[in-house]
């Protein structure tokens, strides 16, 4: 079974039918120096300042008494430092940028070793998330592989012919964006290159509110995710959170999706993987990249 999805994931990859979904647990292949749980981040928040005892061990909560009361300001030079350390891109990042056919890759976590990993490549860019307690009235943030922004979005910028009439549409990007080959699409901020972070809880209710409606989801996200399969690689769906941001992006997607989870799921992640139809592979992630390195080269040999 885990052979034949394996050759499954590769075969659409060769098609670019496939959108990867990274999470924390991708830093965990290699020494990165930075945060690779929530929980090791909100312990590197909390040791530099004092928090009550019940949101020690929750991020979001933890990140929101730092705001309102030591300033937003905080909050943030707090989670820049945090990412701060110049580790580079693992095995799996590489080969993710090295395939020829990457639409589109969404990376929930703050770190830029994904930006790194796509820096040799042409013509991308990348869609933050942006707080609304820094960026009032704008949701996601555009920016050239350099680093520096693209203008505000333009009206009109997904054809008419590749999104559903009733598919809201609330998240326009610039045109110089909506043509990017590939597009890195960090939902929650990242560190580089502007320190957009998405963390605390008035953030997340904040996109809560208005992601049913697909409000936050870029206009180009919508667009590309359009009858594709998705792969979560160290993902978790064990918190409400992680469930409802994951089944908003892969909305209108296409039916049949992968998760790499080798520990056993919680009840509630089961009954998500069930609802989305995503088959779990129980590899180790070591295991999967290098089944997956495996199952991409029978494909080039194959083409």
């Given at each position: 079974m885990t052979v034949e999805a394996l050759s499954d994931i590769a075969a659409s990859f060769a098609e670019g039918r496939v959108i990867p979904y990274l999470g924390s647990g991708v830093l965990t292949l290699g020494d990165t120096g930075v945060p690779t749980s929530p929980l090791e981040l909100v312990a590197k928040l909390t040791a530099r300042?004092?928090?009550?005892?019940?949101?020690?061990?929750?991020?979001?909560?933890?990140?929101?008494?730092?705001?309102?009361?030591?300033?937003?300001?905080?909050?943030?030079?707090?989670?820049?430092?945090?990412?701060?350390?110049s580790a580079r891109p693992n095995e799996l990042h590489r080969m993710l940028a090295a395939l020829p056919s990457l639409p589109l890759l969404v990376h929930a976590w703050y770190d830029d070793?994904?930006?790194k990993a796509l820096a040799g490549r042409a013509n991308w860019g990348m869609v933050q998330g942006l707080s609304q307690a820094e960026h009032h009235g704008r949701w996601v943030g555009c920016y050239r592989p350099d680093?520096?922004?693209?203008?505000?979005?333009?009206?009109?910028?997904?054809?008419?012919?590749?999104?559903?009439?009733?598919?809201?549409?609330y998240s326009p990007v610039p045109n110089e964006a909506a043509a990017w080959s590939t597009l890195l699409y960090q939902p929650l901020g990242s560190v580089a290159p502007a320190a957009n972070f998405i963390v605390s809880d008035s953030d997340f209710v904040e996109v809560l509110t208005e992601i049913d409606i697909q409000t936050p989801i870029p206009q180009p996200?919508?667009?590309i995710r359009r009858d594709k399969h998705f792969l979560f690689v160290g993902c978790r769906f064990d918190s409400q959170l992680d469930r409802a941001f994951a089944r908003q992006i892969m909305k209108r997607s296409s039916d049949r999706h992968w998760a790499v989870l080798p520990d056993t799921p919680t009840r509630n992640e089961q009954r998500f993987l069930d609802e989305q139809n995503i088959t779990r592979l129980e590899l180790p992630l070591p295991k999967f990249v290098a089944g997956l390195a495996d199952a991409l080269q029978g494909q080039t040999l194959t083409a």
């Amino acid at each position: 079974m885990t052979v034949e999805a394996l050759s499954d994931i590769a075969a659409s990859f060769a098609e670019g039918r496939v959108i990867p979904y990274l999470g924390s647990g991708v830093l965990t292949l290699g020494d990165t120096g930075v945060p690779t749980s929530p929980l090791e981040l909100v312990a590197k928040l909390t040791a530099r300042t004092t928090v009550p005892h019940k949101v020690r061990s929750n991020l979001t909560g933890a990140a929101q008494y730092i705001e309102n009361f030591k300033h937003r300001k905080t909050l943030t030079a707090m989670m820049t430092e945090a990412f701060r350390a110049s580790a580079r891109p693992n095995e799996l990042h590489r080969m993710l940028a090295a395939l020829p056919s990457l639409p589109l890759l969404v990376h929930a976590w703050y770190d830029d070793l994904p930006q790194k990993a796509l820096a040799g490549r042409a013509n991308w860019g990348m869609v933050q998330g942006l707080s609304q307690a820094e960026h009032h009235g704008r949701w996601v943030g555009c920016y050239r592989p350099d680093g520096s922004e693209v203008a505000d979005a333009e009206p009109s910028i997904v054809a008419d012919e590749l999104v559903p009439q009733d598919m809201p549409l609330y998240s326009p990007v610039p045109n110089e964006a909506a043509a990017w080959s590939t597009l890195l699409y960090q939902p929650l901020g990242s560190v580089a290159p502007a320190a957009n972070f998405i963390v605390s809880d008035s953030d997340f209710v904040e996109v809560l509110t208005e992601i049913d409606i697909q409000t936050p989801i870029p206009q180009p996200v919508q667009a590309i995710r359009r009858d594709k399969h998705f792969l979560f690689v160290g993902c978790r769906f064990d918190s409400q959170l992680d469930r409802a941001f994951a089944r908003q992006i892969m909305k209108r997607s296409s039916d049949r999706h992968w998760a790499v989870l080798p520990d056993t799921p919680t009840r509630n992640e089961q009954r998500f993987l069930d609802e989305q139809n995503i088959t779990r592979l129980e590899l180790p992630l070591p295991k999967f990249v290098a089944g997956l390195a495996d199952a991409l080269q029978g494909q080039t040999l194959t083409a």
